[in-house]
């Protein structure tokens, strides 16, 4: 079955740390382009970042600049999302993304994980 | 405050014709072509429209997109009990290099 599937979201303290974890199958991995796009609750959809499919080239929005690394492990199939200095404001469910083209980044996405929740909060 | 405007909702009967719009600028719409999720609730958004007027596979033709200057609109006839959900335009902004989302259309359907 061609799909996505997030972990490692949970409850984390203003100013701590957390790794996402999207782990990838039924579709080849190292092809494609990748995503974390986040949605507040109750709150529309917001890209969070982008990593092509070598991961050579990583893409961030301005509210993680700095804060949030994406990484990739193409033998494990899997894409990471490491937060650091997380804000009340970056509580949200975290969905990983691929894009829809091999070896392109076209910023559409065509398959989405589950979401996994992160809430910042003492 | 979005980068790109979308009408908070939208609504019609079973059958009828409803056109969710998206406006944005020069640096995004005007520059690049936009995208189409759903999502209902509780769910992960889906892919419906690609390229400003593409449908992947799955997606029904009674779907489809358009883009004129700096706004997009995504059309949907026969309206249907099942449409009813959240919508949300896309495009990459050259000036932000960012993606950018429309603040969503909640679409209900009478």
């Known amino acids: 079955e061609v799909q996505l599937l997030e972990s490692g979201g949970g409850l984390v303290q203003p100013g701590g740390s957390l790794r996402l974890s999207c782990s990838a199958s039924g579709f080849t991995f190292r092809a494609y382009a990748v995503s974390w796009v986040r949605q507040a609750p109750g709150k529309g959809l917001e890209w969070v970042s982008t990593?092509?499919?070598?991961?050579?080239?990583?893409y961030y929005a301005d509210s993680g600049k700095g804060r949030f690394t994406i990484s990739r492990d193409n033998s494990k199939n899997t894409l990471y999302l490491r937060m650091d200095s997380l804000r009340a404001e970056d509580t949200a469910v975290y969905y990983c993304a691929k894009d829809r083209e091999q070896w392109l980044v076209l910023w559409y996405f065509d398959l989405w994980g589950r979401g996994s929740l992160v809430t910042v909060s003492s | 405050q979005s980068v790109l405007t979308q009408p908070p909702s939208a609504s019609g009967t079973p059958g009828q014709r409803v056109t969710i719009s998206c406006s944005g600028s020069s640096s995004n719409i005007g520059r690049n072509t936009v995208n189409w999720y759903l999502q209902l609730p509780g769910t992960a958004p889906r892919l419906l429209i690609y390229?400003?007027?593409h449908r992947p596979s799955g997606v029904p033709d009674r779907l489809s997109g358009s883009k004129s200057g700096t706004s997009a609109s995504l059309a949907i006839s026969g309206l249907q009990s099942e449409d009813e959900a959240d919508y949300y335009c896309?495009?990459?902004?050259?000036?932000?290099?960012?993606?950018?989302f429309g603040g969503g259309t909640k679409l209900t359907v009478l």
């Open positions: 990593i092509s499919a070598s991961g050579a080239t990583t």
């Open positions: 896309a495009v990459w902004d050259d000036s932000l290099n960012a993606v950018v």
């Open positions: 390229s400003s007027n």
